[in-house]
C-alpha cells in the first residue's frame, strides 16, 4: 500500500496568520486530491491536482502538486475560524488517504 | 443535492454483538467503500464494492464483512464486535472512473462497543 504522509499533525494558530501543511510519498504519483473534514463530518473534496508543478487556488487556499510529483502542499493565507478542521491529501485512485493535519484557528 | 447517508451518526454496542452499519448513496455511483478513522492512523480501508454483488477486501478487512445487493445501499457487519473496533465507520461512494472523480462521504457514525 502506498503511503502518504502528511505534516504537521496538529497545528493551532490564531486567526489572520498563515499556515502551510504538506503531503509526501515515496512514490510518483499521476494525481493527487486534497479534502477537508469539519468535526462531526465526513471529508469533502477542495481539489484534484493533476500536473507536476501545478499550483490551484481556492479562494485563501494555494495547493501545489510538485515539480517530481512525490509531494503536495496546501497555504492557507490569513486563516479563519471557519478553517478549523481536518485536511487530508488521498490518492483516490488508489484508494489510499494520508494520517490528516489537524488545523484549529483561534479568533 | 447529492448524498450519502449512513443509518446512525452515534452507536454504543455490546462486546461479541453482531452490529450492523448502513450506507445509502442517491447518486446512482458504482463504486462504494467503508473506512474506518482513528486518531494517527487516518483512514483505513476495509472493503469496497464495484457492483451489485461484488466486494472486494481492502486493508483491515478481518473481523468484518460486507453486503451489496442493491446498488445504493453498501453494509458494513461486524460479526462478533470487539472493543478494538469501537472507532469512526465513515462509508463513500464514487462513479465508475475512479481516475478522475471524487469520493463522497456520508457524515461518519462513531462506534463504541463496551
Known amino acids: 500500500t502506498q503511503l502518504l504522509e502528511q505534516s504537521p499533525q496538529f497545528l493551532s494558530i490564531q486567526e489572520g496568520e498563515n499556515l502551510t501543511v504538506y503531503c509526501n510519498s515515496s512514490?510518483?504519483?499521476?494525481?493527487l486530491q486534497w479534502y477537508r473534514q469539519e468535526p462531526g463530518e465526513g471529508p469533502v473534496l477542495l481539489v484534484t491536482v493533476v500536473t507536476g508543478g501545478e499550483v490551484k487556488k481556492l479562494k485563501r487556499l494555494t495547493f501545489q502538486f510538485g515539480d517530481a510529483r512525490k509531494d503536495s502542499s496546501l497555504h492557507i493565507t490569513a486563516a479563519q475560524p471557519g478553517d478549523t478542521g481536518l485536511y487530508l491529501c488521498a490518492l483516490f485512485q488508489k484508494l489510499v488517504f494520508g494520517t490528516g493535519t489537524r488545523l484549529l484557528v483561534s479568533p | 443535492d447529492v448524498k450519502v447517508t449512513q443509518s446512525s451518526r452515534y452507536l454504543v454496542k455490546r462486546t461479541g454483538e453482531k452490529v450492523f452499519l448502513e450506507c445509502v448513496q442517491d447518486m446512482d455511483h458504482e463504486n462504494m467503500f467503508w473506512y474506518r478513522q482513528d486518531p494517527g492512523l487516518g483512514l483505513r480501508l476495509i472493503y469496497f464494492?464495484?457492483?451489485?454483488?461484488?466486494?472486494e477486501k481492502g486493508d483491515i478487512p478481518e473481523g468484518y464483512s460486507v453486503s451489496r445487493e442493491k446498488k445504493e445501499r453498501f453494509s458494513l457487519i461486524l460479526e462478533s464486535a470487539s472493543t478494538n473496533q469501537t472507532s469512526m465507520y465513515l462509508c463513500?461512494?464514487?462513479?465508475?472512473?475512479?481516475?478522475?472523480?471524487?469520493?463522497?462521504f456520508g457524515q461518519g457514525t462513531r462506534l463504541t462497543v463496551v
Open positions: 463513500a461512494s464514487s462513479s465508475f472512473d475512479r481516475l478522475n472523480t471524487e469520493a463522497f
Open positions: 512514490s510518483v504519483f499521476s494525481s
Open positions: 464494492s464495484y457492483d451489485v454483488k461484488m466486494k
